[in-house]
């Protein structure tokens, strides 16, 4: 349970705007107390730089060597004004006045103190790490409690245009970076806050993303336990709203190939078990029968005979059915001539047409198509042998030519129609407009099923026009093939 809620798609989420609110608000605290620290530093540095030049113009008259007492009561006076401690320097960089009166007669090795007293700087500051266990020697603030940061500042002391010293003002940064740290406290406390509201509200918005998805992964499992017939209730426009229409749809399909294969399993046994019917009331009646007469069980065995051509042709259509879904995704197509599957077909029914009394007539025009030349030869046969079985009398015509980027098999027949209301479903599997006459001229109900699976496997489709007692038109629509093979006349 415990590895469920946390790998779930709400905890991930809350952590996920967690860890975003965290690093910026962490981002933004290090930019804040880094402006703030700076400001504090450059606004301190600027005004202590000028108070020790301003310093060092006031030692200028006080460096009279016979009254060392009034220039040190003026540096201990002006070092605790100014928070800090002043040391004077002759031009050797020796000290001979410390405010602090602890480094008398030492020679500082600043970098501060070369800059105005050697490269002739007007002033000069720094910034020093100060430790208590480092020498008295290098360090000013050597009684320092613990480790700090201090600045030295220096400027030069002229007397008549000439140097005669230099002044080091030294103090602490520590306020500025006790200042840094408050500030950086309550900026912590507040973002604290903040993460804290954020991680509610992260729940709560998390809740409305996901719970849709959690509807819907319940309705997934209730179809993989009841089948179809289940539904999500969409609202809104975003994308789960999509996802649950599309989860609607393949439920509404699912339904659909349920019911089309629980009619075709009936409609299959149905068509399987009228023939095994037939047979077995057959044979049962010659079996039974103590004298039978030759002539009639010639009879019978004729009909048993035509019961059982009845069957294979049922067996026969389902297998090319089901040989056709299964090579769907394997279809391959090259360039076929269409006329020349039309003439090879006309050829071989023209026997049928003939016993009939019915002219068959062919308008072939030149046309390439990209598919199989047996599935076409089919999709050719079932229509054309179609016309011929429910016309009594007239003429089948067929027809092949092209109309813009299309090649059409148009096959017309003035035969007996299909109602207009049975016009939609004639490509229905085991559908059967004229049910008695279908089984008499031992049609199967797959043949046109046949025939729009096979067209639509290369991009096409079939349509149907008919007139009940007029006749029927059936015309299948194929993409025309422009390769060079199509202009040089294509194969069959």
């Not at 029968?289 to 026969?316: G, W, Y």
């Not at 279809?331 to 002219?359: E, F, S, Y």
């Not at 011929?388 to 027949?413: F, P, Q, W």
Request: hydrophobic content about 40%.
């Amino acid at each position: 349970m415990r590895n469920r809620v946390l790998g779930s798609i709400r905890s991930r989420m809350v952590a996920i705007y967690l860890l975003v609110t965290t690093v910026a608000l962490f981002a933004i605290s290090f930019v804040i107390s880094g402006l703030v620290e700076s400001f504090l530093v450059t606004q301190r540095t600027e005004t202590q730089s000028e108070e020790t030049m301003r310093l060092a113009l006031e030692l200028a008259p006080k460096l009279d060597p016979s009254d060392t007492n009034a220039l040190y009561d003026l540096i201990v006076e002006r070092a605790q004004t100014m928070n800090g401690r002043i040391l004077v320097l002759d031009v050797d960089a020796v000290v001979r006045a410390d405010s602090a009166s602890y480094q008398n007669g030492f020679q500082l090795p600043y970098r501060e103190v070369r800059d105005v007293l050697v490269a002739g700087k007007q002033s000069s500051y720094g910034f020093h790490k100060i430790d208590r266990t480092d020498d008295a020697e290098n360090n000013i603030w050597t009684r320092a409690e613990q480790t700090v940061w201090a600045v030295y500042y220096t400027a030069p002391i002229t007397l008549d245009g000439f140097y005669v010293g230099a002044v080091l003002f030294s103090t602490l940064l520590q306020d500025v970076e006790d200042a840094v740290n408050s500030i950086i406290t309550k900026i912590t406390v507040a973002f604290l806050g903040v993460v804290l509201v954020m991680a509610g509200l992260s729940f709560a918005m998390s809740n409305v993303v996901t719970k849709p998805i959690l509807e819907l992964t319940n309705a997934i499992r209730r179809m993989g336990k009841q089948g179809g017939g289940v539904r999500v209730e969409v609202h809104g426009t975003d994308e789960t709203v999509e996802l649950g229409r599309a989860f609607n749809r393949m439920s509404e399909q699912i339904e659909a190939h349920d019911r089309v294969r629980d009619e075709f399993v009936s409609n299959a046994s149905h068509e399987l078990k009228t023939p095994l019917s037939t047979m077995k009331l057959l044979s049962e009646s010659i079996l039974y029968e103590e004298n039978p007469d030759p002539a009639l069980m010639k009879e019978f065995f004729q009909d048993v005979n035509h019961e059982v051509d009845r069957l294979s042709r049922v067996i026969t259509d389902l297998l090319r059915l089901v040989q056709i879904d299964e090579t769907e995704s394997k279809v391959q197509a090259v360039p076929v001539r269409l006329d020349a599957v039309a003439h090879r077909v006309l050829d071989r029914l023209q026997p049928l047409a003939d016993k009939k009394g019915i002219a068959l007539r062919a308008a072939l025009q030149e046309a390439t198509v990209a598919g199989d030349a047996m599935r076409l030869e089919q999709v050719a046969t079932n229509l054309i042998e179609n016309a011929l079985k429910y016309t009594d009398e007239g003429h089948v015509e067929v027809r092949v030519l092209t109309s813009g980027e299309e090649a059409l098999l148009r096959i017309a027949d003035t035969g007996i129609g299909i109602p207009e209301d049975a016009q939609t479903h004639v490509f229905e599997r085991f559908y059967r407009v004229d049910k008695a006459r279908s089984r008499g001229t031992g049609g199967t109900g797959l043949g046109l099923a046949i025939v729009e699976r096979v067209v639509a496997l290369y991009n096409g489709y079939v349509e149907v026009e008919s007139k009940l007692g007029e006749g029927s038109t059936f015309t299948v629509h194929l993409p025309l093939c422009r390769t060079d093979a199509a202009e040089k006349g294509g194969t069959a």
